[in-house]
C-alpha cells in the first residue's frame, strides 16, 4: 500500500471556524509533511514531522496547528483563518533512516477555500 | 528568493519525440535533487532523483542529468508519450537527518501531442 489518504477532499469555512484536515499513510513512514499550494505556484513546506515530534515549522502563522497523535496519522488544525489561506494544503510522507533521502508519497490535497 | 527555477512555464514535445526539462538552482549546499510529476487534481508522484555526487541517473526513458559547476539539471524522457502530460517539478534537498527539507521548483507544464 503506497497510498497517502486526505480528507475532506474539498473544504469551504468561514474566518471564524474551526475545522481540521486530517492525513494517513500506513507505509511505516517515519517522516509526515504539509505542504501549502497556491494555483499556479510549487508546494511550499509548512511542517516537518519525524518519530510524531516536530522537526521543521517554516515561520507558519499560530492559526495553523499541526499535530501527530501516532506515527500513521497528521492532522492539521485551522482556527480564525483568512481567505488569502485559501489553497491546496498536501499531505506527504517518506522513510527515515540513513543513506536517503527517500522520495516523499503526496496525498491528493485538500483544497481550501477561506470565506 | 527562488533558490530553484524553472525558467521554463510550458513545454509541447511531439510524440516519441525527446522533452528534455530544465531545472536551475543557487544553493550549492542542495545533497539531493528530486523530479516530481503532478496531474491534476492529484498529488506529486516522485519520478526520479539524483545525489549531488553524481552526475547521471536512468530509469526507464528517465534520465537525470546533473552539472554540479553549472548549478543545472535536466530530466530527459524519451520517447515522450501522451501520458506524460503534466505538471513537472524540479525539488531539490538539504539534508536533514533522515527527513527532508525540499524546496520546489516554479514547474514546467509539458504536453505531448499524438
Known amino acids: 500500500d503506497t497510498e497517502v489518504t486526505q480528507t475532506p477532499k474539498h473544504l469551504v469555512m468561514g474566518m471564524t471556524n474551526k475545522k481540521s484536515l486530517k492525513c494517513e499513510q500506513h507505509m511505516g513512514h517515519r517522516a509526515m509533511y504539509w505542504y501549502k499550494q497556491k494555483a499556479k505556484k510549487p508546494p511550499e513546506l509548512m511542517f516537518v514531522?519525524?518519530?510524531?515530534?516536530?522537526?521543521i515549522n517554516e515561520s507558519v502563522p499560530s492559526r495553523f496547528s499541526p499535530e501527530c497523535p501516532n506515527s500513521s496519522l497528521l492532522n492539521l488544525h485551522l482556527h480564525a483563518l483568512q481567505p488569502e489561506d485559501s489553497a491546496l494544503y498536501l499531505c506527504?510522507?517518506?522513510?527515515?533512516?540513513?543513506?536517503?533521502?527517500?522520495?516523499?508519497?503526496f496525498g491528493p490535497g485538500t483544497r481550501l477555500t477561506v470565506t | 528568493d527562488q533558490q530553484v527555477k524553472q525558467n521554463s512555464p510550458s513545454l509541447s514535445v511531439q510524440e516519441g519525440r525527446i522533452s528534455i526539462l530544465n531545472c536551475d538552482y543557487t544553493?550549492?549546499?542542495?545533497?539531493?535533487f528530486l523530479w516530481y510529476k503532478k496531474y491534476p487534481a492529484e498529488g506529486p508522484t516522485f519520478l526520479i532523483s539524483i545525489s549531488s555526487i553524481k552526475d547521471k541517473n536512468e530509469d526507464g526513458r528517465f534520465t537525470v542529468f546533473l552539472n554540479k559547476s553549472a548549478k543545472h539539471l535536466s530530466l530527459h524522457i524519451v520517447p515522450s508519450q501522451p501520458g506524460d502530460s503534466a505538471v513537472y517539478f524540479c525539488a531539490a534537498n538539504y539534508g536533514s537527518g533522515g527527513y527532508q527539507k525540499v524546496t520546489f521548483g516554479t514547474g514546467t507544464k509539458l504536453q505531448v501531442i499524438p
Open positions: 506527504a510522507s517518506s522513510q527515515l533512516r540513513a543513506g536517503g533521502p527517500y522520495e516523499q508519497y
Open positions: 514531522y519525524s518519530y510524531e515530534k516536530l522537526s
Open positions: 544553493n550549492s549546499m542542495f545533497d539531493y
